[in-house]
């Protein structure tokens, strides 16, 4: 089964969000291979038209870890900062299966679902065994995630990342086996071979050919060594978009410079590897070199405010990176919270603590990151609703308790997830009012509830036999 309503449609806005300015009555056709094919401005609704109310552009999620969802709300008795909190992490990672992990993601894609992310780029590692043997499918895992993603109809770009090392000159430590290859060569053997799977599998589906499709990643500087990089940027086909983790921490510059006298964005650029195509993650302590290099380069900057609040990270210079040249994305990370309106709040709200001043971004230009730029991030192309571009739409509840009376232009900092009515992906309305609808999630789910599916993943990861989640768990 795949989500349904397969045949072109036909969805009339009443009004439509064209970057960032709400236009009237806007028919979109969809055709069948999940792109817009015509739009037609400020004209009425026809008999056979699907009408929707406030509709926005699909909203990506260009940077998250589905199982750090099962943290959510366990591990704030433990004060400490982003190493800490990273132990506990560890502590789940040890404990999924694909099985586990596919009813998790499942769950967390849900979530994403309702919440208006129409696409997600998923940054994973979690390869192989907690021992770092490979399962007897290699793939495993990798499938699980795509598997979670057509289940619940949302677009999917699995980032497979390369993890290579426990820091700077140290090898992966126990708890990390599971994420390693070996080396460079082993890494992108694995990811060739992936590929061909996934490209195999997505024509062997005709009716959702892009709906999943594979990006690379390279953990952070300190967890593939430098000569590690060249051979995997080398080997990597160019029109595949690459990620990384950039200058989250300041112990990750101290670390860099100490090995390589050079901070993270300068060795990325000794190795060439600033472009258009490369998204750098948190990008939070930059030196003003740094700024100049990346907004040169084009890079989009992945800012995930609510992890970056979260654990205690520190406030990105995002603005200062749009102003110097680079495109702005944004992500859920460690999905903590799952809310694109709280991650376009949390980048303004950001900018407004540090600097003192208001409109740092415009509600379109934050609207615009969580769209274009997430879309563009994950190499989709689209997020501006013209033809050819992904028909991925949310419909937003203009009149709640929340979004009432607000111009429509600025809805993006009065609503929140709780206003996302009906969510479209590939041109068909996957999600409603908070449910599932149409997909085998639903199907799965108790009345196509998201908490449904997270209940039942969470509660399979806490059983006793589990290999231990004690650390994860709140006090009593
Ligand atoms: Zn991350």
């Known amino acids: 089964m795949t989500p349904a309503g397969s045949a072109p449609a036909v969805y009339w806005c009443e009004t439509l969000l064209v970057d960032g300015v709400a236009v009237s009555g806007v028919r979109l056709t969809t055709g069948a291979d999940g792109s817009i094919l015509a739009r037609m401005d400020d004209v009425p609704a026809e008999p056979g038209d699907i009408r929707l109310g406030t509709v926005l552009p699909g909203l990506a999620n260009a940077h998250s870890h589905a199982f750090h969802r099962a943290l959510r709300g366990r591990t704030h008795h433990q004060g400490g900062d982003f190493w800490r909190w990273r132990e506990s992490m560890y502590t789940v990672a040890q404990t999924l299966t694909p099985e586990l992990y596919l009813e998790l993601a499942r769950a967390v894609f849900a979530e994403m679902l309702v919440s208006g992310y129409t696409a997600v780029g998923e940054f994973h590692y979690l390869h192989h065994r907690a021992d770092g043997s490979a399962y007897p499918d290699a793939h495993a895992m990798e499938l699980a995630l795509a598997t979670a993603a057509r289940e619940v109809g949302i677009r999917l770009v699995l980032l497979d990342t390369s993890y290579l090392a426990g820091g700077l000159g140290s090898p992966l430590r126990p708890e990390q086996r599971a994420f390693g290859d070996g080396s460079a060569a082993g890494w992108l053997s694995r990811w060739a071979a992936l590929r061909t799977v996934i490209q195999a599998d997505a024509s062997a589906r005709p009716a959702e050919p892009g709906l999943v499709t594979l990006g690379a990643a390279l953990h952070s500087v300190r967890a593939v060594p430098l000569e590690a990089m060249r051979e995997i940027l080398g080997g990597l086909p160019a029109d595949v978009p690459v990620h990384i983790h950039l200058s989250e921490q300041p112990q990750e510059n101290a670390d860099c410079l100490a090995a390589y006298g050079a901070t993270p964005t300068a060795v990325l650029d000794g190795l060439g590897a600033l472009g258009p195509r490369l998204s750098v993650v948190h990008a939070t302590h930059l030196a003003d070199a740094d700024l100049a290099r990346l907004g040169a380069a084009g890079v989009t900057a992945v800012f995930c405010p609510s992890t970056e609040a979260d654990l205690g990270d520190g406030i990105g ?13 944004l992500g859920s990370d460690q999905n903590a919270v799952v809310d694109p309106f709280l991650e376009m709040r949390g980048l303004e709200m950001g900018e407004r603590l540090a600097s003192g001043s208001r409109g740092r971004f415009t509600p379109a230009a934050l609207l615009h990151a969580a769209s274009v730029g997430g879309y563009a991030s994950l190499g989709l192309g689209g997020g501006s609703l013209v033809p050819g571009a992904p028909a991925d739409l949310v419909e937003v509840d203009a009149d709640s308790i929340r979004t009432v009376g607000a111009h429509p232009g600025q809805l993006v900092l009065a609503a929140t997830a709780a206003d996302v009515q009906r969510v479209i992906v590939f041109g068909r309305i996957v999600a409603d009012t908070g449910r599932l609808v149409g997909t ?37």
Not at 317 to 329: E, M, Q, V
Not at 446 to 459: E, K
């Open 440 to 476: 085998p999630a639903a199907a799965i789910a108790a009345d196509g509830s998201p908490a449904a599916l997270l209940r039942a993943a969470l509660h399979a990861l806490d059983t006793p036999d589990a290999a231990s989640s004690a650390d994860t768990r709140g006090p009593a």
């Open 317 to 329: 210079p995002a603005r200062a990176l749009a102003d110097a040249g680079a495109r702005i994305a």
